[in-house]
């Protein structure tokens, strides 16, 4: 796999669009600070670990609906394997006017765009949440 973020994102996405309770998917520490943000901002309902058949270890995200419909409306992955994208603190897009949120990779670790900003550090724009 060249870019576990993407998969990630994308079955996250495949998941909320085909109505599902729950997500499994593989573990690694990037993955889960994702899924500590998205449960942090209200996107999914909760967060777990387990293991597979095999016995690796998985994340488990429980999705959140309401009324139906899925919390997340929308996932993008903004900084590519062929294209990163990098912004100083300044220069952090703002998602939705402020309704969605960019995840940031910082050398402080992962932050919302406005947790960024605040502590005036920039990085990889991983994804933008709405």
Do not use: Q
């Not at 998969?7 to 109505?19: C, I, P, Q």
């Not at 488990?60 to 993008?76: C, M, N, P, Q």
């Not at 394997?81 to 995840?103: C, D, F, K, M, T």
């Amino acid at each position: 796999m060249n870019d576990p973020v993407a998969d990630f994102l994308t079955r996250l996405r495949n998941a909320t669009r085909a109505g599902k309770p729950e997500c499994v998917v593989p573990h690694s520490r990037l993955k889960a600070g994702l899924a500590d943000i998205l449960l942090k901002e209200g996107f999914v309902a909760g967060v777990s670990e387990g293991k597979d058949e095999r016995g690796h270890k998985t994340l488990v995200i429980k999705l959140k609906y309401v009324d139906g419909v899925s919390a997340i409306s929308g996932l993008t992955r903004v900084s590519k394997p062929g294209r990163r994208l990098y912004a100083s603190y300044n220069e952090i897009p703002r998602v939705l006017n402020g309704l969605g949120i960019a995840i940031v990779s910082t050398s402080k670790g992962l932050m919302k765009d406005r947790d960024a900003r605040r502590n005036r550090v920039g990085g990889e724009i991983l994804c933008n949440v709405w």
